[in-house]
């Protein structure tokens, strides 16, 4: 069983930044997966981005691309999303997910262990 605990969201002003972290226990970032997922108001929850067990993969959604960084301390069991150059059509409530094997996926119904969200809004 793997928990997942989100933490660093929080209101900032457009063009602002934050640091999501995902405290990750029960088994090793090794053997896991990692994804980032973004649910807003009255929207399906999409995809933000992934980072592979090895963390020598990453990929991210267009809209975040450029702007946010996926990345992982092994040490700590920890992965962060780093957001810069925030939107209001940021704001949403953050999800951290994991899943177990070698690829990385985009889909929520790949995700076996989820995290209970961290809100992030945005102001204009």
């Known amino acids: 069983q793997v928990q997942l605990i989100e933490s660093g969201g929080g209101l900032v002003q457009a063009g602002g930044s934050l640091r999501l972290s995902c405290a990750a226990s029960?088994?090793?970032?090794?053997?896991?997966?990692m994804g980032w997922f973004r649910q807003a108001p009255g929207k399906e929850r999409e995809f933000v981005a992934v980072?592979?067990?090895?963390?020598?993969?990453?990929y991210y959604a267009d809209s975040v691309k450029g702007r946010s960084t996926i990345s992982r301390d092994t040490a700590k069991n920890t992965v962060y999303l780093q957001m810069n150059s925030l939107k209001p059509e940021d704001k949403a409530v953050y999800y951290c997910?994991?899943?177990?094997?070698?690829?990385?996926?985009?889909?929520?119904?790949?995700?076996?262990?989820w995290g209970q969200g961290t809100q992030v809004s945005v102001s204009s």
């Open positions: 997910a994991a899943r177990s094997g070698l690829t990385i996926a985009i889909v929520t119904t790949f995700y076996s262990y």
């Open positions: 980072i592979n067990c090895s963390g020598g993969s990453t």
């Open positions: 029960g088994r090793t970032l090794s053997s896991l997966a």
